[in-house]
């Protein structure tokens, strides 16, 4: 009887052991006093440290974004969260890699860098640019559309061949909007711009006596620009060079004597002209100087049927 009284004695005594142990804090908790500060301490430091990187590192860039995305790119390489990592970042160019290879494409096409008749196949640019198929076949499609290029049955691309009736609608409406064009910019056109015209009017006679094809069509192409450049009307020069992607390659095909491409030097009397401000006789003169390429081209060219164009 005193033994079980003991028993239930003591394990009334271990029960209120535990109550009290388990509703007591224990120390360091973060019940306590000093336990709940010290949580606290730690927690404002880390926002602290949040802060003062987030003020040093990220504030610059959006800083930066909301005043030009530009901007963005100079200031965000030179903030200390990339310094302190030791990252070096370039500026971004947005171009993407199809208008890359399009913008090559096309100036090679306005220069006369292909043969009418000649294949082209996306593999082809890509080997030569280094770059993938994809790109290259993005920027064929478009110089498709643009009429630039012909696609054949078996779907590669090739440039095309003009007729005779093709080619005189191109080059009329070259010298008609050519000529156009010129007289806008004469006026317009500054010291350095008369300067580059000149140089490039140089280098057009030194080929032409040479003989050197390259080199001619290469400069005829800058002299003409080095003036459209400076014509107010940018619908005026879209045409203008829709009509040299078409015709750029006829002028390869059917140049065969850059000597003798031309009885009068037109372009000497256009460059003249633009140096005496006579926006009328350098536009004349243009438009000359494509109309006699025309009847030279006419003379000595091969065409293809009227039958394979209406095809």
């Known amino acids: 009887m005193g033994a079980q009284k003991r028993d239930r004695g003591d394990g009334g005594c271990q029960e209120r052991i535990r109550s009290r142990r388990h509703n007591e804090p224990r120390k360091g908790s973060s019940l306590t006093t000093g336990g709940r500060t010290t949580r606290l301490k730690r927690r404002c430091r880390m926002l602290l440290d949040c802060r003062s990187l987030f003020s040093a590192a990220v504030l610059p860039m959006f800083s930066a974004l909301a005043c030009s995305p530009t901007a963005l790119r100079s200031s965000a390489p030179s903030s200390r969260l990339f310094m302190k990592a030791g990252i070096s970042l370039e500026p971004i160019d ?22 009418p008749g000649q294949k082209i196949s996306g593999r082809m640019v890509s080997k030569a640019l280094g770059t993938s198929e994809m790109p290259a076949r993005a920027a064929l499609g478009r110089l498709l559309a ?35 064009a010129t007289e806008d910019a004469c006026d317009r056109i500054d010291e350095a711009g008369l300067e580059e015209i000149q140089q ?37 020069r879209a045409h203008i060079e829709l009509l040299w992607l078409q015709c750029g390659p006829l002028l390869r095909h059917l140049a065969v004597d850059p000597t003798k491409a031309h009885a009068t030097s037109y372009c000497d009397e256009a460059v003249r002209a633009l140096f005496a401000r006579e926006a009328a006789a350098a536009g004349e003169a243009i438009s000359s100087d494509i109309r006699s390429g025309l009847e030279f081209l006419l003379t000595h060219g091969k065409f293809s049927s009227e039958s394979d164009e209406e095809s």
């Open 200 to 236: 490039a009017n140089a280098g057009l006679n030194r080929a032409q006596g040479e003989n050197n094809l390259e080199a001619y069509l290469d400069y005829n192409q800058k002299l003409k620009f080095a003036i459209y450049r400076y014509c107010s009307s940018d619908t005026l």
């Open 146 to 180: 643009e009429r630039a290029l012909v696609q054949n049955s078996n779907g590669t691309y090739a440039i095309p061949v003009p007729t005779r009736r093709r080619l005189q609608e191109i080059m009329e409406l070259r010298a008609l909007l050519e000529g156009r």
């Open 94 to 115: 947005f171009q993407s890699m199809q208008d890359k290879v399009y913008e090559q494409l096309r100036t090679v096409l306005m220069r006369g860098g292909f043969e």
